[in-house]
């Protein structure tokens, strides 16, 4: 659990540095400045719950699947971020956006949110995988 811990908060993290350049581009900012924050490390590695998920949900087609997900990733997301930002220490804040709950959560991320929790399906059905190389 440690491992995909550790695996889950540094793919966030580097996901989540993409995802912020990209927007630095949409902006025409070109030097692509990407930013996390510490607190999304722990907040990314709580994706490692997912492994069981999956092993309940491997049958079902992957948009199933990944609606599933994005529900458990708003939940998380919703969850530290009021936490967070009861405390002052919330690192984003959605109050802008149309679709914001409470500006912790945007609704309108769920296709992001969809595909991010395939993607750590994919990295922890893997990562214990015998048959799996590991490089």
């Known amino acids: 659990m440690k491992k995909n811990f550790l695996l889950c908060g540094f793919t ?3 996901l989540e540095i993409l995802f ?4 630095s581009f949409r902006k025409r900012e070109l030097q692509l400045m990407g ?3 510490l607190w999304m490390f722990p907040i990314y590695g709580m994706a490692a719950f ?5 092993r309940l949900l491997k049958h ?4 199933i699947r990944a609606f599933f997900y ?3 990733i708003f939940l998380g997301e919703y969850i530290s971020g009021s936490i967070l ?8 804040d959605y109050s802008h956006a149309r679709t914001n709950i409470n500006g912790v959560i945007r ?7 969809m595909v991010t929790g395939l993607i750590f399906e994919k990295l922890l059905s893997h990562s214990s995988d015998p048959h799996t190389k590991h490089f």
């Open 85 to 92: 930002k009861k405390h002052r220490m919330c690192p984003w």
């Open 12 to 14: 966030g993290w580097c």
């Open 20 to 23: 912020t350049s990209f927007d």
């Open 35 to 37: 930013k996390t924050s």
């Open 70 to 72: 994005s529900c458990f």
């Open 50 to 54: 997912f492994k069981p998920v999956y």
């Open 107 to 113: 609704l309108d991320y769920a296709p992001y949110w």
């Open 60 to 63: 079902f087609p992957a948009f």
